[in-house]
């Protein structure tokens, strides 16, 4: 088998090299501005190769000769400019003198996707939004969480489920590293920083599913990000009460050297203060990341990515008041602490990648990282409550006052849980553009070699006592409440590849373009082989009203990492298998003006065939796992976005899904079952806008919506998971005030040393909503458990400033 993978591997490279086309054509020319002044860094390109001009605005671009080129003309500065020329068999082309006209940048927000990217159909981002949106973590994930298909409870945390998935199920890829996220993180409050760096991101693409078969093995979703290539020096400072963030670009003189540096540095410390307890917290996120790129010569880049984070994380409890209940059964708990809980998440990560692009139709890249984590949550913690009854009565002078002691108790959690991790991997990836028959066609293709350690070391119980002794809940013997314990280790390999060809061609004057492609994956753990065929097809008719319609098609596979398969004892299950599924999925993309402004609607409809799933329960953002393939589902629901100047030069949108997605677990004796992604409804806000006058000042919005999840008590049988969590309801706001714009000179001299600086005031869950996360249990003396609920954070008042050099 392996001789058969690489005499085909072989065959394609030596292919792909035999049709390299050496007749070229050398286009020259200058870039000014509407002054006639010289406009250095900019970005000259045609398909995947191109150039940048000279401080004198001067460019050389060589290209494979064909009978048109579309050559397009882009600056961070300026509008982008297209141009077509005949090259008629000519080995050399002066363009003269190009003129760009310069942009407003601070209310030119608007970007309706061009067709290629309509085609691919993914979403594409503004990373600008990433400032302007109103946000505890200010993460890209955090604008990922507006968007259709995509749901999340939690504005502590960077964690969203798609299309009924768990948290577990989504792909990241920055510059096509994959990343991995926290292992043993249970709540917001731990999680710190999302390993992107929103300040050094340039472009943001995000697929709910029905994805191309050149990203990885995931269920659900993957989200692709890609770092800038500067071209000029650029620094950044962002400073707010939550924190620190401090970012730096360039080049050298030459161009021929390329360097990132994002460092930042928060606490979480006032907001976790607006929340319902009474505790002292003092959690410290820092991390620091590089991408250095350097051209050996036009052909060859070499790049070099490194990451480090360090999460700690402290909290001593003192006490807590809740209410809760019923009008006719209103009811008041109680609680004093002792002890503290110690959480450490320290994570590191290197990559180094070789592009060669001998001409503009081929890419071939070579990447090896390398993944370490080393986690540890360590927590001892005993809560003494008071369980009483409130005082409903209206006419009452103690309305709202307890008049009943229903129980007193008291309980312990105790962990001691630690994990490491290291992954490395060996990868490859090619591009290769050609045409057949006068037809486009483009080739990719890609193989991965990957090794993984994991060892933990799991101790962990919970006691509760509400009648002078611990009781057990399944056979009330004198037992702890929870408990599980267990050292694992594994060690595996893994291999995969890929491969997958699309086409673009006309019927009439109709637009269709394919992808058809498939993954192959090998996991030694349990020697389990699956194949992954996926396929594409987009349509554009040639009609009056700007429509592209798409559907695919494809087998969704997610081989086990850990988690999935260990048990409470640290046994692994050597019988696990991926979990599968076949996304089905259309779309409809239409752009359109109205009122004289762009708007795009899109719709999508997809249903998910599972199966071999692995069930889990949802306690706040911890997973855990059931260790068995014993359950099918499906997972269907509509999508909707209309995105759009609803007010004039800046763009907002709002998205709204209906879903449903329930499993049988095998078994049971109950069918089909809501699983706890099970969101029903869900819409989100994203709006702008500003004072006509004076553009300076601006306003934007975020809203959210979402109805309750599934629960259900500890201890009990998935089937009995099917109470209602609250629906989470959350609106954010800010005010924004450019101080100094990029494109306009301050009256203040001292001003004029930045590029660009605004400030903004941020106002978190503006009507104070309390949005429940999880439950506390407890019990009266009659052993009647009641689920007490934590809630989320409350309003807050954040003042931030953002500065360019």
Known sequence: ??????????????????????????????????FKKPISNVNITHNNFGTISSPEGEFQLKLSIQNKLNI??????????????????????????????????????????????????????????????????????????????????????????????????NLIYINGIEIYKPFLVRNGQQEGLSIINSNLVSSIEFSAGGFDAKFGDKLSSVLNIKYFEPKTQKTNVNLSPLGLEL????????YLLSYQLGARVKTNRSILNSMDDNNNYNSRFGDIQSLIKYDLNSEIQLSFFSYYSENKYEMIPISREAKFGTVSEALQLTIYFEGKEVDSYITNLNALSSKYSPNENLKIRLTSSFFNTKEQEFYDILGEYWLGELDNNLGSDQLGEVVFNRGVGAYMNHARNELSANVWNMYFDGIYNFKLNDLPFELNWGGKFQIESVTDNIREWVMIDSAGYSISPFNNDLNLYEFYKGNSHLESKR????????????????????????????WDFNNELFISPRFNINYKPQWNRDFIFNASIGSYNQ???FREFRDNLGNLNTNIKSQKSIHYVVNSDYQFNYLNRPFKLTTSIFYKKLWDLIPFELDNLQINYLNENNATGYSAGLDFKIFGEFVPDVDSWLSLSLLTTRENIKGDGYGYIPRPTDRRLNASVFFQDYFPNNPNYKMQLSLSYGSGLPFGAPNTERYQQT??????????????????????????????????I????????????????????????SNRYYAVPNYLTGRLFIFKVNLDF
């Open 247 to 254: 970012s730096t670009m360039g080049t050298s003189k030459n």
């Open 723 to 756: 109470l209602r969590i609250p629906s989470y309801k959350r609106l954010d706001i800010g005010f924004s005030r450019s101080i100094k714009r990029t494109d306009k000179k301050s009256k203040l001299d001292l001003l004029n040393n930045f590029k660009s």
């Open 1 to 34: 088998m392996k001789k058969i993978v690489l005499k085909i591997l072989i065959f394609v490279n030596v292919f792909v090299f035999a049709q390299n086309n050496p007749n070229q054509i050398t286009i020259k020319g200058k870039v000014l501005d509407q």
């Open 559 to 561: 081989s086990p990492f």
């Open 495 to 522: 291999t995969s590849s890929y491969f997958q060809i699309s086409n673009d061609f006309k019927i009439k004057n109709d637009k269709i373009n394919w992808i058809l492609g498939a993954r192959f994956n090998y």
């Open 758 to 781: 605004w400030a903004s005031l941020e106002i978190f869950n503006l009507v104070n909503i309390q949005n429940t996360s999880s439950y506390i249990w407890v019990s009266d003396a």
């Open 72 to 169: 397009k003309f882009s600056h961070v500065g300026y509008k982008i400019q297209n141009l077509e020329i005949n090259a008629n068999n000519k080995s050399f082309y002066d363009l003269g003198e190009i003129i760009l006209t310069e942009k407003d940048n601070y209310l030119s927000d608007v970007k309706i996707t061009s067709d290629e990217y309509r085609f691919k159909g993914f979403t594409t981002i503004d990373p600008k939004k990433l400032k302007q949106l109103p946000s505890i973590s200010g993460s890209v994930e955090s604008i990922i969480k507006l968007l259709p298909g995509v749901s999340a409870s939690n504005e502590l945390s960077n964690q969203y489920s798609v299309r009924g998935g768990n948290y577990d199920e």
